[in-house]
């Protein structure tokens, strides 16, 4: 059997880029050959495509490369576009939705997943596979719709797609009950394709001016006051140089705060400076994740929010509720030796997971 996957491989985020690794090695290890749809949804690529449509593909790729270093930053956008080439096993390019269903024919089934494919905000319904002309296996792995409040436009076509899927699994409970809700069924949750393999890459990791220092990990454009206090607090009582990474798709991202900025750290490189670290701090759902493989000790930081709702799910199901603060005060001395990688029970249950997870994927493709 020959699979595409069809994820969010093209962002300049971590996690989106490393969860299509880790999917991929973990068809590799029950003996499935895989490629990743080479197609991006987003609809500035598409105008881009359509107007530079006209002098050809390789037009078309050349400017959508040269504004991807303009918007991101040449040395960041690099990392990622240089990770992506080495790493991934990607199908041939697909600028339209009918190159991607022509591409898809070629394969015996599609998995969609995992991450926000689902998230109504973005308004990418190619991720429900809703058309007729692929008629091969349609899987959902892990998909997730961020958060429970999505346009009722889009859960309507949600609602009219997912009958066609012949397996259907989640990453969390918020997107097990919106599909509950929506269909009756109680689908399976997996776990992320990050917890399934270990990912380990060759890293070019830019030299920091220290050995011992606090990562801080944010994905939002602006650093909330909480990170900010939390921070401050895990510097006074470690007395260590605070390190951030700077979010992928924010060129010019700063914080005061910061003793030093990586701006230019690729997905591998990103793995090596948590792997490096004294202590992950962070309110990333992927950045806890590989603080959890790298057993490091890890703050995740409650903003009270509906993009908090994924932590509370992972940190819930594995038993390490008391590593997720949303205020300074909560730090003491024991949370900051806390690892949930290194804890026996949090290890259990994810391994009991990762082995339901495998199962799922077996299952629906065979």
């Not at 599609?110 to 991720?127: K, R």
């Not at 454009?221 to 607090?233: C, D, G, L, M, Y």
């Not at 510097?235 to 979010?247: A, G, T």
Request: glycine share 6%; aromatic share 12%; hydrophobic share 40%.
């Amino acid at each position: 059997m020959k699979v595409g996957i069809l994820s969010f491989h093209f962002c300049q985020n971590y996690g989106g880029v490393l969860q299509c690794a880790a999917l991929q090695k973990a068809l590799n290890r029950i003996g499935i050959r895989s490629d990743i749809l080479d197609f991006n949804p987003i609809s500035k690529v598409q105008n881009i495509h359509k107007w530079a449509g006209f002098m050809g593909p390789a037009c078309s790729r050349l400017l959508l490369y040269f504004l991807g270093k303009w918007r991101y930053g040449s040395g960041h956008y690099s990392c990622f576009d240089s990770f992506r080439k080495t790493n991934l096993s990607l199908s041939s390019p697909c600028r339209f939705l009918p190159e991607l269903w022509e591409c898809a024919t070629n394969y015996d089934a599609i998995i969609v997943g995992s991450d926000q494919v689902w998230n109504g905000d973005w308004n990418w319904p190619v991720y429900l596979l809703d058309s007729k002309c692929f008629k091969g296996i349609k899987v959902s792995y892990a998909a997730c719709f961020g958060h429970d409040k999505q346009p009722e436009v889009f859960l309507n076509r949600v609602r009219h797609a997912l009958p066609s899927f012949h397996a259907i699994s989640v990453r969390n409970t918020m997107s097990q009950g919106i599909i509950n809700q929506l269909t009756g069924s109680n689908v399976p949750i997996v776990s992320d394709p990050t917890l399934l393999v270990d990912l380990d890459f060759e890293s070019k990791t830019p030299k920091l001016p220290f050995s011992d220092y606090i990562l801080l990990y944010t994905p939002n454009r602006v650093v909330a006051k909480n990170t900010i206090s939390i921070t401050e607090e895990i510097r006074r009582r470690l007395n260590l140089p605070l390190v951030c990474v700077s979010p992928g798709a924010l060129r010019d991202w700063a914080f005061d705060g910061a003793d030093f900025i990586v701006s230019n750290a690729g997905p591998a490189e990103w793995i090596d400076l948590i792997n490096k670290s004294r202590i992950v701090c962070t309110d990333s759902f992927h950045g806890s994740v590989f603080a959890i493989q790298k057993r490091k000790p890890l703050i995740m930081i409650d903003h009270k929010s509906e993009g908090s709702l994924r932590l509370y799910d992972f940190c819930e199901r594995y038993g390490f509720k008391s590593n997720m603060i949303a205020q300074s005060t909560q730090i003491t001395d024991g949370l900051l030796e806390s690892s949930p990688g290194s804890n026996a029970e949090v290890q259990e249950r994810i391994h009991k997971h990762v082995v339901k997870s495998y199962e799922f994927l077996r299952k629906a493709l065979t």
